[in-house]
């Protein structure tokens, strides 16, 4: 049955079939890779990490320029840049209208270490090395002047 053929030897629909093939190929390739916004390498960021419940002064130890680690991996996440403190708060009930208020803590701080870091940002996530960096995102960094649990409070793009 050669006259259903292009040139005598060619189907028509196994073209088809192969041009379809290599569309949804190229489409799915296109389509699933994560879209780069920065450059290959990567954009400076500074991101506020939030220790709750620190001594009073806890944040006077702490000294700009320190290599900052991340104690579960090992790995290196950035450097201080600033730290500060404000009044560490807590939830307490008031009883008499029905309600939690939040109140001071006497003689205790919420100490704020800001870490500059350059980063690959994707679509998807912000990429500090092998680190994915996430706000409200609870981490354990340490460093020479202070280790502990904190809680990612913010992150800027510089």
Same mark, same amino acid.
């Given at each position: 049955?050669?006259?259903?053929?292009?040139?005598? &030897?060619?189907?028509?629909?196994?073209?088809?079939?192969? =041009?379809?093939?290599?569309? *949804?190929?190229? +489409?799915?390739?296109?389509?699933?890779?994560? !879209?780069?916004?920065?450059? /290959?390498?990567?954009? @400076? *960021?500074?991101?506020?990490?939030?220790?709750?419940?620190?001594?009073?002064?806890?944040?006077?130890?702490?000294?700009?320029?320190? /290599?900052?680690?991340?104690? @579960?991996? +090992?790995?290196?996440?950035?450097? @201080?840049?600033? @730290?500060?403190?404000?009044?560490?708060?807590?939830?307490?009930?008031?009883?008499?209208?029905?309600?939690?208020?939040?109140?001071?803590?006497?003689?205790?701080? /919420?100490?704020?270490?800001?870490?500059? =870091?350059?980063?690959? *940002?994707?679509?998807? =996530?912000? $990429?500090?090395? $092998?680190? $994915?960096?996430?706000?409200?995102? !609870? *981490? &354990?960094?340490?460093?020479?002047?202070? +280790?502990? $649990?904190?809680?990612?409070?913010?992150?800027?793009? !510089?």
């Amino acid at each position: 049955m050669r006259k259903y053929r292009l040139f005598g &030897f060619i189907n028509p629909i196994d073209v088809l079939i192969v =041009a379809a093939i290599i569309a *949804i190929v190229w +489409g799915l390739y296109v389509f699933s890779m994560p !879209q780069q916004t920065a450059a /290959a390498g990567g954009q @400076v *960021i500074h991101y506020t990490i939030e220790f709750t419940n620190r001594p009073e002064g806890f944040h006077l130890g702490i000294e700009p320029g320190a /290599a900052v680690l991340d104690s @579960v991996r +090992g790995l290196h996440i950035g450097y @201080v840049v600033d @730290v500060f403190a404000t009044q560490a708060l807590e939830d307490a009930p008031d009883e008499a209208n029905g309600i939690f208020r939040r109140v001071p803590l006497e003689g205790r701080e /919420a100490t704020h270490v800001v870490i500059e =870091a350059n980063a690959n *940002i994707t679509d998807y =996530a912000i $990429q500090i090395g $092998q680190f $994915q960096l996430r706000t409200n995102q !609870q *981490i &354990f960094p340490r460093s020479r002047d202070f +280790g502990g $649990q904190g809680i990612v409070a913010r992150i800027e793009i !510089q």
